[in-house]
């Protein structure tokens, strides 16, 4: 693709000049410490620094920008390891295994599980830019309205593989979730829906401020509720940093995470909360403990963090090679390259190679760094599990309304944080999983309109969805997963009522 001599002279240039090298630093730190605050997410770091970055040169500020992209996606695993709170939305499914690690006394190995696998999916996504970029863009625009609504349906399938056995309470959160995510206006006609007259929400509701309250409220009171038996954990290296066999063991894990993140990245739109739930299950399918995932099990943590960074790669494919952003980050990522003269596309290669190369250099030293500030920061964020629950709620709360409030700047998405953090809260007492909702909330306006939209491309014509053989595939491969899904969880079912009977007889006996 480049000349060798120009790669090498530029990689180069790069590595040994100290200001690029720290700007990157800086950048992934920022983004590191914007991840870790719930509703400080990477894309208000990096619209937040774009105008700073104007007096760099080129591949000084886009280092920077890819430092805090790539750091803001790695640090929301802190907050949802340590606290049960999404530092960001693509954190969520951390939550899963990681809260219930950092409640055993696994705080530091969870969070190091979260750095090394944040860390390989980077690399992994980084080869594939590297070098399977331009092909992956004939992938990229192939997927029209047919194929986003045909995942999307994939993705809704799997709340049978995430939740908890009772699948009549996961689909009640599931439609619960899609309910919330109708709210504003129908994005074909343009009419209002279950606005009831208030401007505010004829927008929609941001996801940001509903993911906040779905799990920091919650959290905060749930809290209040327990007795204070926090004991302060003993750190060592070796509690945090895997040993080479738990690497091995994780292998496939790792890899799997990897691949689909980047291939989901690879698609406009879709984002990495989705590439979450994807590789959480498949992850979870191939374990051979499927009945840990949920109570602890760092895999489900690998198949987050591994996901969740991979798609940073993957999502500079399509805005590299085509122009076109592959999720919010990279939308607004655009504006710094705007800022300095750069168009994104296929001319870039031609006309900017330097750059290019410098994106990739920078992207790599990025993952090297997030790594590093990760593993030298965990002493420090562990001590969060021997704080208090009267000063660590003291620190929730503002943190949790500030976060609510920075998207938008309106105290509107306060009001709703706090009413579905209360919503939240009564159904989690119910015994009501949290997540279906979430997955609803994040694919249900993705389903609806792509698929809406699908059929007035074909004049109501259902068949278009079997008529083009990757949405027809996708569809094949819903319909697999959420029978395997539904039967395994049937059988686990039938398997604790059988053993529940024979407890009662023996103890009738």
Same mark, same amino acid.
């Given at each position: 693709?480049?000349?060798?001599?120009?790669?090498?002279?530029?990689?180069?240039?790069?590595?040994?000049?100290?200001?690029?090298?720290?700007?990157?630093?800086?950048?992934?730190?920022?983004?590191?410490?914007?991840?870790?605050?719930?509703?400080?997410?990477?894309?208000? /770091?990096?619209?937040?620094?774009?105008? *700073?970055?104007?007096?760099?040169?080129?591949?000084?500020?886009?280092?920077?920008?890819?430092?805090?992209?790539? @750091?803001?996606?790695?640090?929301?695993?802190?907050?949802?390891?340590?606290?049960?709170?999404?530092?960001?939305?693509?954190?969520?499914?951390?939550?899963?295994?990681?809260?219930?690690?950092?409640?055993? @006394?696994?705080?530091?190995?969870?969070?190091?599980?979260?750095?090394?696998?944040?860390?390989?999916?980077?690399?992994?996504?980084?080869?594939?830019?590297?070098?399977?970029?331009?092909?992956?863009?004939?992938?990229?625009?192939?997927?029209?309205?047919?194929?986003?609504?045909?995942?999307?349906?994939?993705?809704?399938?799997?709340?049978?593989?995430?939740?908890?056995?009772?699948?009549?309470?996961?689909?009640?959160?599931?439609?619960?979730?899609?309910? #919330?995510?109708?709210? @504003?206006?129908?994005?074909?006609?343009?009419? =209002?829906?279950?606005?009831?007259?208030?401007?505010?929400?004829?927008?929609?509701?941001?996801?940001?401020?509903?993911?906040?309250? *779905? =799990?920091? *409220?919650?959290?905060?009171?749930?809290?209040?509720?327990?007795?204070?038996?926090?004991?302060?954990?003993?750190?060592?290296?070796?509690?945090?940093?895997?040993?080479?066999? @738990?690497?091995?063991?994780?292998?496939?894990?790792?890899?799997?995470?990897?691949?689909?993140?980047?291939?989901?990245?690879?698609?406009?739109?879709? /984002?990495?909360?989705?590439?979450?739930?994807?590789?959480?299950?498949?992850?979870?399918?191939?374990?051979?403990?499927?009945?840990?995932?949920?109570?602890?099990? $760092? $895999?489900?943590?690998?198949?987050?963090?591994?996901?969740?960074?991979?798609?940073?790669?993957?999502?500079?494919?399509? *805005?590299?090679?085509?122009? #076109?952003?592959?999720?919010?980050?990279?939308?607004?990522?655009?504006?710094?390259?705007?800022? $300095?003269?750069?168009?994104?596309?296929?001319?870039?290669?031609?006309? $900017?190679?330097?750059?290019?190369?410098?994106?990739?250099?920078?992207?790599?030293?990025?993952?090297?760094?997030?790594?590093?500030?990760?593993?030298?920061? #965990?002493?420090?964020?562990?001590?969060?599990?021997?704080?208090?629950?009267?000063?660590?709620?003291?620190?929730?709360?503002?943190?949790?309304?500030?976060?609510?409030?920075?998207?938008?700047?309106?105290?509107?998405?306060?009001?709703?944080?706090?009413?579905?953090?209360?919503?939240?809260?009564?159904?989690? %007492?119910?015994?009501?999983?949290?997540?279906?909702?979430?997955?609803?909330?994040?694919?249900?306006?993705?389903?609806?309109?792509?698929? %809406?939209?699908?059929?007035?491309?074909?004049?109501?014509?259902?068949?278009?969805?079997?008529?083009?053989?990757?949405?027809?595939?996708?569809?094949?491969?819903?319909?697999?997963?959420?029978?395997?899904?539904?039967?395994?969880?049937?059988?686990? =079912?039938?398997?604790?009522?059988?053993?529940?009977?024979?407890?009662?007889?023996?103890?009738? %006996?």
């Amino acid at each position: 693709m480049f000349e060798l001599n120009l790669i090498v002279s530029t990689v180069f240039s790069i590595l040994s000049d100290p200001f690029t090298l720290l700007m990157v630093f800086v950048g992934t730190f920022m983004g590191l410490t914007f991840g870790t605050l719930p509703g400080l997410t990477a894309t208000m /770091g990096i619209a937040l620094m774009i105008p *700073l970055t104007y007096v760099f040169d080129s591949v000084t500020a886009l280092g920077m920008l890819i430092g805090i992209y790539v @750091g803001g996606i790695a640090g929301g695993a802190v907050a949802s390891i340590l606290l049960k709170i999404p530092g960001t939305p693509n954190a969520l499914v951390t939550t899963f295994d990681g809260y219930p690690m950092a409640r055993q @006394g696994r705080g530091a190995e969870a969070m190091g599980w979260a750095a090394v696998s944040s860390g390989f999916g980077g690399v992994i996504s980084w080869f594939v830019l590297v070098f399977l970029s331009s092909y992956l863009a004939r992938l990229c625009v192939s997927f029209s309205s047919p194929e986003y609504a045909a995942l999307a349906l994939l993705g809704l399938t799997i709340v049978a593989a995430i939740t908890s056995k009772n699948i009549i309470k996961a689909f009640t959160m599931l439609c619960l979730g899609i309910f #919330i995510s109708m709210i @504003g206006t129908d994005p074909i006609f343009g009419a =209002y829906r279950f606005t009831y007259n208030n401007i505010q929400l004829m927008a929609g509701l941001s996801i940001t401020p509903v993911i906040i309250g *779905l =799990y920091s *409220l919650p959290q905060v009171l749930n809290t209040c509720t327990e007795i204070n038996t926090k004991k302060v954990e003993k750190i060592r290296l070796k509690n945090f940093f895997p040993s080479l066999k @738990g690497l091995w063991d994780a292998k496939v894990s790792l890899f799997v995470a990897s691949i689909i993140g980047t291939f989901t990245g690879v698609i406009p739109a879709v /984002g990495g909360g989705v590439a979450t739930f994807f590789a959480y299950d498949q992850v979870k399918r191939l374990s051979k403990d499927p009945d840990s995932f949920g109570k602890g099990n $760092h $895999h489900g943590i690998i198949a987050s963090e591994a996901s969740n960074n991979s798609v940073c790669g993957g999502a500079l494919v399509p *805005l590299l090679t085509l122009g #076109i952003p592959g999720d919010a980050v990279t939308a607004v990522l655009i504006g710094g390259l705007l800022i $300095h003269g750069l168009q994104p596309g296929p001319r870039m290669y031609v006309e $900017h190679p330097e750059v290019i190369i410098g994106i990739f250099t920078t992207m790599l030293i990025a993952t090297v760094f997030m790594v590093i500030i990760q593993m030298g920061a #965990i002493k420090f964020f562990i001590k969060i599990l021997s704080v208090p629950n009267c000063y660590l709620i003291a620190g929730i709360i503002p943190i949790s309304l500030v976060g609510a409030f920075a998207l938008n700047n309106n105290f509107f998405d306060v009001l709703v944080m706090l009413i579905i953090g209360i919503v939240s809260y009564l159904l989690g %007492r119910a015994r009501y999983p949290i997540a279906p909702c979430v997955l609803g909330l994040v694919l249900g306006s993705m389903f609806e309109r792509e698929m %809406r939209t699908s059929l007035r491309m074909s004049s109501g014509d259902w068949s278009i969805f079997f008529t083009r053989p990757v949405a027809c595939t996708i569809i094949i491969l819903a319909v697999v997963s959420f029978s395997v899904s539904l039967y395994k969880t049937f059988k686990s =079912y039938m398997r604790e009522l059988s053993e529940e009977d024979q407890a009662v007889e023996e103890g009738d %006996r």
